[in-house]
């Protein structure tokens, strides 16, 4: 079981319900990350998904608990700050209401409002967030 992998599908999947204006495939999405400065405005809304860590915990009855973050950020370029945090606000509020939908392997899961990024000169706004899930499994 890769908690890692489903956790960057459900994500993945998610923001693309939320925003259905991310290009397809890898123009929308990206597993990494790198500067959005240089993006067009047809490649946005972006998102880039970065810094995955899995970290495993030893538990009683041959069980562990794995917890999974990942950091990521959705970039636009020409959009007001406030669009960037209309999108932060339909991401939370699905997240919240919806995760188990799309985390459904997991038996928590947190995404947290890090930073909304803002560079005015190039009208790009990225909002950065941070998603935590959790599970405990037993061991093969």
């Given at each position: 079981m ?13 923001l ?10 890898t ?21 880039f ?7 495993e915990?030893?538990?009683?009855f ?14 636009r ?6 669009q960037?945090?209309d ?7 699905l ?8 985390f ?9 409002l890090?930073?909304v ?12 967030f ?5 599970v ?5």
């Amino acid at each position: 079981m890769s908690t890692a992998a489903d956790a960057l599908l459900g994500i993945e999947t998610l923001l693309r319900f939320i925003l259905p204006s991310i290009p397809a495939g890898t123009a929308g999405v990206e597993k990494g990350w790198r500067s959005g400065h240089d993006l067009q405005p047809g490649q946005t809304p972006h998102v880039f998904l970065f810094d995955v860590v899995e970290r495993e915990e030893r538990l009683i009855f041959h069980q562990r608990r794995v917890t999974t973050t990942l950091k990521g950020q959705i970039v636009r370029v020409g959009s007001t700050y406030a669009q960037a945090l209309d999108d932060w606000e339909e991401v939370r509020a699905l997240f919240e209401t919806e995760w188990r939908a799309y985390f459904s392997s997991f038996e928590a899961a947190t995404l947290d409002l890090e930073d909304v990024e803002d560079w005015p000169e190039q009208q790009v706004r990225a909002v950065a967030f941070t998603m935590t899930t959790e599970v405990v499994v037993g061991y093969s």
